[in-house]
């Protein structure tokens, strides 16, 4: 076939976290079932713990248009990554990558577009030098990535430590502790800060910017951020696509495919087989969230008091400074894996409520299936998604910075009990607002038909 009668090839390169790279993973799916070709970066090190046996991303390679290349992150083997090494990493990426990221564009087929993490800001120079467009996605929320726009305006007012008032739209709900842990202080050499606004000067100049959200849940935050991007395409919840379009596909999978970095425990799947409807919360800190062991504890200690069945997901680093799972009970109410296939778990039967450190993802894939939800946020978007999850969208409690046993007990007696049929009630509307928006016809659905559409036009 020669060049020209190939199909459109996009370059995807997303965060080496998990979040990212599971949207990423799911995008990039969902453009290899329209027909396009798309190479995925990653970096050595995500790689390695994605490919560690055949269960894991492998099944992409069904698709004939599809491609992996992978970079280094410049960081020594033996570096954690762990959460609290997000700068370091990226920092790491951005001075080692960049020189590499062109290479990757210059070998192979000519890329179409390439898409990129929003925090990847130097592929932007790379790409324009070479006359590529680049559309930045962002696995934010958007009401989080509203207010990381607003900071270079609230910083020029003088506006330090940050008032809630000044994020336009928020303003009667929003208080200082539902804003991103870094801008509580005032600290504006904080490299977080200093990243966020660098990103909200870039951010304008891509082609258009993809956002793992749907209209019908964050319309009016949308609107504000199209002040400054007017190209948006909000075609989330992205996991959600493909469950309907493989689900009756004639590429459908005999399983669910896994794009975990961890090993995940499927026993749970048979232990909550075994729990009777709408009777178990679920637990999860998400990838990257690290808690003390004397938080650890407290949450234990309530979740136990509630007496409510529960399953929790204790990866081998949760626990700051213990590899191990720490001197925990086994509660004869509780199963505890390392890690879950949280997607699954979320829409089985038995699911009443979710303990969840309100991660984007795992927020949609709640709100997705309709699970009511309490927040433990720890740090960055979650703030924000936690108290946007209690005061806006009304489908959970927000524990924000209470993490006592006492309050937990009560919290999850509140979810799973005396207020269960009003989260259930508001749980499911909102999910059916989010199945709609996948469906034929729905704002997500248009949005990604757009986007294909778009990146089609680019190559002729
Ligand atoms: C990070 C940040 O912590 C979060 O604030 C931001 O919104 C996204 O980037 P992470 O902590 O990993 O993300 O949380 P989240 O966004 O919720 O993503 C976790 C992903 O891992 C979800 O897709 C979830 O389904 C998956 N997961 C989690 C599993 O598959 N199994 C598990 O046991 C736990």
């Known amino acids: 076939m020669d060049q020209a009668s190939l199909p459109p ?56 248009g599809f491609r992996l290349e992978t970079i280094p992150d410049g960081l020594p083997a033996d570096h954690p990554r762990s959460g609290d090494q997000v700068m370091e990493i990226l920092d790491s990426l951005k001075s080692t990558s960049k020189p590499l990221f062109k290479d990757v564009l210059i070998t192979g087929r000519p890329v179409t577009c390439v898409i990129a993490d929003g925090f990847l800001g130097f592929t932007l120079d790379v790409a324009k030098e070479m006359g590529i467009p680049v559309i930045y996605s962002r696995t934010l929320s958007a009401c989080c990535l509203w207010i990381f726009y607003c900071l270079p305006k609230l910083i020029e007012a003088g ?20 804003l991103p842990s870094f801008c509580r202080s005032g600290n504006l050499s904080n490299p977080f800060i200093q990243l966020c606004m660098m990103e909200s000067e870039e951010t304008p100049r891509a082609y258009g910017l993809i956002i793992n959200t749907f209209e019908e849940l ?25 469950k ?9 999978p005999s399983s ?61 680093d949760l626990v700051a400074g213990c590899q191990k799972w720490g001197n925990l009970v086994p ?23 979710f303990l969840t450190h309100s991660g984007w993802n795992s927020t949609l894939e709640s709100v997705y299936e309709g699970v009511p939800m309490i927040c433990c946020p720890t740090y960055a978007d979650q703030q924000v ?7 806006v969208w009304k489908v959970g409690l927000d524990m924000k910075d209470c993490y006592d046993q ?3 007990e009560k919290t999850v007696r509140d979810l799973m009990e005396v207020r269960k049929d009003e989260f259930a009630s508001s749980a499911e509307k909102m999910a059916k607002l989010a199945k709609e928006a996948v469906s034929e016809g729905g704002s997500s659905n248009h949005n990604l038909v757009r986007l294909i559409k778009d990146i089609e036009a680019m190559d002729s």
């Open 159 to 178: 506006e330090v430590p940050f008032q809630v008032r000044s994020v336009p739209g928020m303003e009667p709900f929003l208080r200082r502790r539902d």
């Open 385 to 391: 998604n936690s108290r946007f999850v209690e005061e």
């Open 218 to 242: 964050e319309g009016s935050v949308l609107s504000n951020i199209r002040t400054l991007c007017p190209n948006l395409y909000t075609i989330g919840p992205l996991h959600a696509h493909l």
């Open 244 to 252: 309907t379009k493989l689900r009756t596909g004639p590429k459908a």
């Open 406 to 408: 006492q309050t937990v």
């Open 256 to 316: 669910t495919p896994s794009n975990s970095l961890w090993q995940e425990d499927r026993s749970c799947m048979a232990w909550l087989d075994a729990q009777v409807s709408k009777s178990v919360i679920y637990v999860s800190f998400g990838s990257l969230t690290v808690l003390s062991s004397e938080q650890l504890m407290e949450i234990w200690n309530g979740l136990v008091n509630s007496e409510t069945r529960f399953l929790w997901v204790i990866r081998p």
């Open 9 to 64: 090839h996009v370059l995807i390169f997303p965060l080496p976290l998990q979040g990212p790279v599971n949207s990423m993973f799911k995008l990039a799916e969902l453009l290899c079932l329209s027909g396009l070709h798309v190479t995925f970066l990653l970096t050595k090190h995500t790689h390695g713990r994605l490919f560690r046996d055949t269960t894991t991303a492998c099944h992409l390679d069904r698709y004939p």
């Open 331 to 353: 509660a004869e109410k509780g199963y505890i894996v390392s890690w879950a296939p949280q997607e699954e778990v979320l829409s089985h039967p038995s699911m009443g409520g």
